[in-house]
């Protein structure tokens, strides 16, 4: 028995002229036109839209970086961050404040309501900070910044191969200014250990013996290098403008300045050229380097960008001096090309999986081809849609199209299917099309607007988690929705031109031949028959399906608590970043030594292929000390290596903390802990003690952390006590101060001009400045165990404890994820009441989504994956896919009662029968869709891998339950003779 042809041939009904496939048959050149014009604009599109690694994110904070001071780490908190705290705090939309203060500078943290005008709260912040601006310490750089991920850099450079001071000035003042004019580049920040400076170090015993201080040699050398414009002077039909030109371009124009009674700068002085106070450290492989940090702008395109400075960087070669290379550290766009190529093979995998399905059910080509058109269809325009909204090429919105491959081929599967089966019933070919298509709109509208309207309630997700698959849900909305169209309007018209009668009686007696495909078809046809026996034998046992319900429910819980969880997917990035410190107080020199025994390590490691390092500052805008800093270590491609990053960080992780145990180290990849220090949350874990005493604060801590470092998958711990950093207090005698005729200030002054140096004006050369000091002579599952640790370590009084970081992160996400997931049922509820107007239906069909999350939990356990923010949006996203085939079974058989007048159980016999085929059909098209994604290969796929196996798993369970227990649990509540009243049947 053919599946395609009917064994009885039901009585066909009148068709009217009208219905939508008249409309359209009318208009067949205008839609082909249409549909040609949108899949070309959408090709354009795919070359023009920016492409990066993550969705433009916008997070509600605002960072304040004041630093610059010599103060320390207690003078700084009372001098700079409580007045900047107090300033910031009466912003309109302030939720949080938080600071850190260091010896010589302040770190504040201003944290925003979700739904703030961060532009707005930005100028604010810079109002208030400005008004409070006269009563902090003169010498302080501030800045306010608005925290987006373009204060991050895609790309990072070393220049290595010479002395520190050159390699700066050369990536400053010679390669800096060809990459800012890069299209798309936002900032180009320029490190190095040396700055060039012209030191004057003054002798003190002939400074006193003019009278002079520290700070009068500086103002005199300052007054003497002004330029200043005095006046304008007509002659010879110009207008001359009068320059008073004293500025200095050399070190001897600074020591042949007069200063005092004809002495000059020389006299009093040794003037040398020389270098800035060591304050932090660059080197690159372990070598003196300056490093290039380039971010993009909001709506850059990496690759273009990428491709642009590589370019610059390769025409630079034969400019630079011998021995200096410019050599790439951190290449995002590596990572957004192997991302992008990953999804596109799988998109192209997964569709011709799909193809395949439908050619084993449909068994001719022509037919297949048909359906499948709506893939490429779909895509196309599905972009040029995504170009209008702002959505850019990404790993959410790539992803999207990936899982999309999959569930666009539906809708064009069951309409193809139903005009081949009313084609073979009905000779009149218009007709037959016209009544297929006629019959299956509501149908297929409805089960599709279901899957759509499951992302509704995403809009209430906030944070890095909302903003994500925000974006996901955008993209894979618009093309579900753009291949319901098709479906509707191209699929009939390509069926109508393309398909003939010689085809559909190909397809019903395909089964009679001798090929593979006739044996699938009547394998098939085997399939149907005895689906249509057991479901008959199964109609009337409806406490079994009740008792199979109550085992899967518990089969579900049972593996939920063995799932384990997490928030984002951790993904090989082919990068990862070392933060390091050493012990507070620590001098720089002694730093850097145990450094470049961290940097051998590195190089010595063969997945390595390059380092950055920074002592003294950080990756990103932060206030940063002397013993702190990050390395940034650079991969080799997966492909090429053995081991994975995460292996790599292990091993690197053991030797670093055996050769160097003072150095405290943390390994973090570098999107991921650019997200996270975005999002407020840089550690996994985080517990915060709040409390008036500091000591009793830091005992607790330094109680808590033995405890928790026995705690399994707990790495990198850090109690959180730091080191006092050392500090020499001077006391000025005032009674001997006025016996010489000095104040205290004058003293202190004296003292800050002798160690520090006062600055003293620049010397301008053709293209640069440099800037002038006068100075002294050189004076030489885890969160359980955590919990169980907190809940046996009691408080002291005065403490509160606060679980925070990432964990917290996620509990917020999963809370809020919880909500969207009710939401979703309540929505996709609604939508069916309105179409079966019925509760009863609609709450049938809803019964296997809870069901089918089993299938996902089983499948999560037995793969490893925790259940984290992608895994949760599979679960989401099953609601809407399980109902879809509930709706066409349910739908068809309400047809069957209406049409026929049927009563319950026959009708869903032979709605089960007839729906079994395009049911398995969309199915496995969706399951061989997502197999690719599933299977995790290339880079960036981790971030769908969760999502694809939690809906693979749920899916592929749901299909039975939705041909068992949906229809015995229907006739179960509403009787085998139930008839639809006379309203419904109209």
């Not at 107080?585 to 997945?607: F, K, S």
């Amino acid at each position: 028995m053919s599946a395609v042809a009917e064994p009885v041939t039901p009585r066909v009904e009148p068709v009217a002229r009208g219905g939508l496939f008249g409309l359209l048959a009318e208009q067949t050149r205008f839609i082909y036109l249409a549909i040609a014009l949108l899949s070309a604009a959408g090709i354009w599109a795919a070359l023009q839209l920016p492409s990066a690694i993550y969705p433009e994110l916008v997070f509600s904070r605002i960072t304040v970086v004041a630093q610059g001071t010599s103060l320390g780490a207690r003078q700084v908190l009372f001098s700079v961050t409580r007045p900047l705290e107090e300033a910031v705090s009466i912003v309109p939309g302030v939720t949080r404040v938080q600071s850190r203060s260091i010896r010589g500078a302040s770190e504040i943290n201003v944290t925003f309501s979700p739904t703030t005008d961060m532009i707005y709260a930005l100028q604010q912040v810079q109002a208030r900070v400005n008004q409070v601006r006269p009563d902090l310490p003169p010498e302080l750089d501030i800045e306010v910044e608005r925290l987006t991920p373009s204060l991050f850099p895609i790309l990072s450079y070393n220049l290595e191969g010479g002395d520190a001071a050159t390699l700066y000035d050369i990536a400053r003042y010679q390669i800096r200014p060809l990459i800012s004019r890069v299209p798309g580049v936002g900032r180009v920040d320029v490190q190095g250990s040396d700055v060039r400076e012209i030191e004057v170090v003054a002798d003190p015993a002939r400074l006193t013996s003019q009278g002079m201080s520290y700070d009068e040699l500086a103002a005199s050398i300052k007054q003497s290098t002004n330029v200043a414009a005095v006046g304008r002077m007509p002659a010879n039909y110009k207008q001359y403008l009068i320059v008073s030109a004293q500025e200095a371009h050399s070190t001897d124009d600074i020591a042949n300045i007069v200063v005092s009674r004809g002495l000059r700068v020389r006299d009093l002085a040794t003037v040398s050229s020389g270098t800035e106070d060591h304050v932090r450290i660059i080197s690159g492989d372990g070598r003196p380097a300056a490093l290039l940090n380039i971010t993009r702008q909001i709506g850059g395109n990496t690759v273009a960008i990428a491709d642009s400075i590589a370019a610059i960087a390769q025409g630079l070669r034969g400019q630079l001096p011998p021995g200096v290379r410019l050599k790439a550290v951190y290449d995002q766009a590596a990572l957004v090309r192997d991302a992008v190529k990953s999804v596109r093979d799988a998109m192209i995998i997964g569709a011709v999986l799909a193809v395949i399905i439908l050619l084993l059910f449909l068994r001719h080509g022509r037919i297949t081809a048909i359906s499948a058109s709506s893939i490429p269809l779909t895509m196309a325009v599905t972009v040029f849609v995504m170009s209008r909204v702002g959505q850019t090429f990404n790993l959410m919105t790539l992803g999207a199209m990936a899982i999309a491959i999959g569930l666009v081929i539906d809708d064009a599967v069951v309409i193809t299917e139903n005009i081949v089966r009313h084609t073979h019933i009905n000779p009149d070919r218009d007709a037959a099309i016209r009544d297929a298509v006629q019959e299956l709109i509501w149908p297929v509208t409805t089960s599709t607007i279901t899957t759509v309207v499951v992302f509704l309630p995403l809009g209430l997700l906030t944070g890095v988690e909302g903003q994500f698959f925000h974006a996901l849900s955008i993209t894979l909305t618009i093309a579900v929705l753009v291949s319901l169209v098709l479906a509707l309007t191209i699929i009939p018209l390509l069926s109508a031109q393309f398909l003939t009668a010689k085809d559909t009686e190909a397809a019903a007696h395909e089964n009679e031949g001798k090929g593979v495909l006739a044996r699938v078809g009547r394998g098939i046809d085997t399939i149907s028959d005895r689906y249509e026996r057991s479901l008959t034998g199964l109609l009337h046992h409806a406490r079994w399906m009740i008792v199979i319900a109550i085992v899967l429910v518990i089969a579900g819980y049972l593996a939920h608590r063995f799932v384990g969880t997490g928030f984002l997917p951790e993904m090989d990035e082919g990068a990862f970043v070392l933060d390091y410190f050493t012990p507070g107080g620590t001098a720089l020199a002694e730093t850097d030594r145990e450094l470049h025994i961290a940097e051998n390590i590195l190089a010595r490691t063969p997945e390595i292929t390059g380092t950055s390092r920074r002592t003294g500052a950080e990756l990103g805008l932060f206030a940063t000390q002397q013993n702190t800093g990050d390395i940034v270590a650079r991969l080799e491609p997966p492909s090429q290596r053995s081991r994975t990053i995460f292996e790599v960080i292990a091993d690197v992780r053991d030797k670093i903390s055996a050769a160097v145990p003072r150095l405290h180290i943390e390994f973090v990849q570098i999107l991921s802990d650019v997200i996270n220090d975005l999002a407020g949350a840089a550690r996994p874990v985080e517990i915060r003690l709040f409390g008036p005493d500091l000591n009793a604060l830091e005992a607790y801590a330094q109680k808590l952390a033995p405890q928790l470092e026995k705690v399994d998958g707990i790495e990198d711990l850090y109690n959180g006590v730091a080191e006092p950093s050392a500090e020499m207090q001077m006391s000025v005698n005032e009674a001997e101060a006025n016996r010489v005729g000095l104040t205290p200030d004058q003293v202190q002054a004296a003292v800050s001009g002798a160690l520090i140096g006062v600055p003293a004006g620049e010397v301008r050369l053709e293209d640069r400045s440099i800037a002038v000091r006068v100075r002294a002579p050189d004076l030489g599952a885890v969160m359980t165990d955590v919990r169980a640790i907190l809940d046996k370590t009691p408080v002291p009084s005065g403490i509160r404890v606060e679980i925070g970081g990432q964990y917290a992160s996620q509990q917020e996400a999963f809370r809020a994820l919880l909500l969207v997931l009710g939401l979703a049922a309540a929505s996709v509820i609604a939508v069916m009441v309105l179409q079966f107007q019925s509760f009863v239906e609609p709450l049938v069909i809803l019964l296997a989504a809870p069901l089918s999350f089993v299938g996902a939990m089983v499948l999560l356990l037995i793969t490893g994956t925790p259940l984290n923010v992608s895994s949760f949006m599979g679960l989401i996203l099953l609601v809407g896919l399980i109902v879809k085939n509930g709706i066409i079974l349910l739908d068809f058989t309400r047809h069957r009662m209406r049409t026929e007048g049927l009563t319950l159980e026959p009708a869903i016999r032979e709605a089960a029968r007839i729906r079994l085929r395009p049911i398995l059909m969309t199915t496995l098209c969706t399951l061989f869709g997502l197999l690719p994604l599933a299977l995790g290969l290339g880079a960036g796929s981790e971030l769908q891998k969760p999502l694809a196996l939690a809906v693979i798993g749920g899916l592929a369970l749901s299909t039975p339950i939705t041909l068992y227990v949906v229809p015995t649990l229907l006739v179960a509540i509403r009787g085998r003779d139930y008839l639809l009243n006379r309203s419904i049947a109209q």
